[in-house]
Nanobody, 122 residues
C-alpha cells in the first residue's frame, strides 16, 4: 500500500509559479513511476507529467511542456511539480499518482493523491 499526501497549490496570477508536492508513505515509493494529472470542472482527468522510478526519464503533456517540471527525491519519498508561466487554462484540481506502468493512462494508476486546487487568475 502507498498513501499519497499532497501539498501546495492555491491562487496565483497569470505568469506566476507554484510548486506542488506529494509525499508517499511506505518503503515502496522508489518502485513506482510517479505522475501528475489534473481535472478541470466539467472535463475529464488528464495527464500532465510523469517521472520514472529513477528520476531519469520524464514525460509531459504538450500543453505544459517547457513550463512544468516534474522531479522526485526518493530519499524523501516525495515527488514535485514545479509550475511556471501559469495560464488561466491551467486552473484545475491536480492529483499526484503512482503507477507501475510509465504509459500513465488513468487506468494504469495504482494510487492517487487527494487532489489540490490550483487557480490561475487572469
Amino acid at each position: 500500500q502507498v498513501q499519497l499526501v499532497q501539498s501546495g497549490g492555491g491562487l496565483v496570477q497569470t505568469g506566476g509559479s507554484l510548486r506542488l508536492s506529494c509525499a508517499a508513505s511506505g518503503r515502496a515509493f522508489s518502485r513506482y513511476h510517479m505522475g501528475w494529472f489534473r481535472q478541470a470542472p466539467g472535463k475529464e482527468r488528464e495527464f500532465v507529467a510523469a517521472i520514472s522510478r529513477s528520476g531519469i526519464s520524464m514525460s509531459y503533456a504538450d500543453s505544459v511542456k517547457g513550463r512544468f517540471i516534474a522531479s522526485r527525491d526518493n530519499a524523501k519519498n516525495t515527488v514535485y511539480l514545479q509550475m511556471n508561466s501559469l495560464k488561466p487554462e491551467d486552473t484545475a484540481v491536480y492529483y499526484c499518482a503512482a503507477a507501475s506502468n510509465f504509459n500513465f493512462m488513468v487506468r494504469d494508476v495504482d494510487y492517487w493523491g487527494q487532489g489540490t486546487q490550483v487557480t490561475v487568475s487572469s
